[in-house]
């Protein structure tokens, strides 16, 4: 007994032959040394482990004015950039930042989607927003009637840079960010940075 194949329709046999011509071509891609990985990457797509220093000098303002400027605080960061968009994760710590009455210090992790838009062939600028996990301390001096002691939770942050490639594998970075810290208060307070750094592209 024969039993009849049934018949392909047209569009069946062009989906057929463009995944037979995928197939046939995926092995001469593999051997073929002029093809790597960087040259099937999108124009700018990048990943790369960044150091950033700054100065929290502008933060606590809804509720802590006049801020001094602190020690130096410290972002450590890795970024996965395609041609424009991309993600961020980093692990921050402000230093002890000193106010009028006391001082507080808050250490986090953000991630963050970041947008970038290349002004030249090695200068770029980008944004970025997302959220920070932080936990901080804050201290109040006697007398000062500033609440002290310790919060954590999740909060806004976001930031804007410029990032300068003078190497293929290394750039400077310059930033503003603004994080929103959970303080012994009951408050969230935005608490906002300028830093210079440099990213290393793997």
């Not at 919060?151 to 930033?175: D, I, K, N």
Request: net charge neutral; with cysteine; hydrophobic share 40%.
């Amino acid at each position: 007994m024969t039993t009849a194949l049934p018949r392909l329709s047209d569009g069946a046999r062009c989906a057929a032959c463009v995944l037979a011509l995928c197939g046939a071509s995926a092995p001469a891609l593999a051997l073929d040394p002029d093809v790597n990985a960087a040259t099937l990457k999108p124009p700018g797509a990048h990943k790369g482990i960044g150091l950033s220093l700054g100065v929290f000098s502008d933060g606590l303002a809804c509720t802590l004015p006049r801020c001094e400027e602190g020690e130096r605080s410290l972002r450590l960061y890795n970024r996965a950039m395609g041609e424009h968009w991309g993600a961020e994760v980093g692990l921050l710590d402000t230093g002890r930042i000193g106010f009028e009455g006391g001082s507080a210090r808050a250490q986090g992790i953000s991630l963050s989607v970041v947008g970038r838009m290349p002004l030249s062939a090695s200068l770029s600028a980008y944004g970025k927003v997302g959220t920070t996990y932080s936990h901080t301390s804050s201290m109040g001096l006697p007398g000062s009637g500033l609440q002290g002691g310790s919060a954590t939770g999740f909060g806004m942050s976001f930031g804007a840079g410029l990032s300068w490639q003078f190497s293929p594998r290394l750039s400077a970075v310059v930033e503003l960010d603004s994080h929103d810290f959970r303080f012994a208060n009951g408050g969230r307070d935005p608490v906002r940075a300028a830093s210079l750094g440099l990213q290393w592209r793997y």
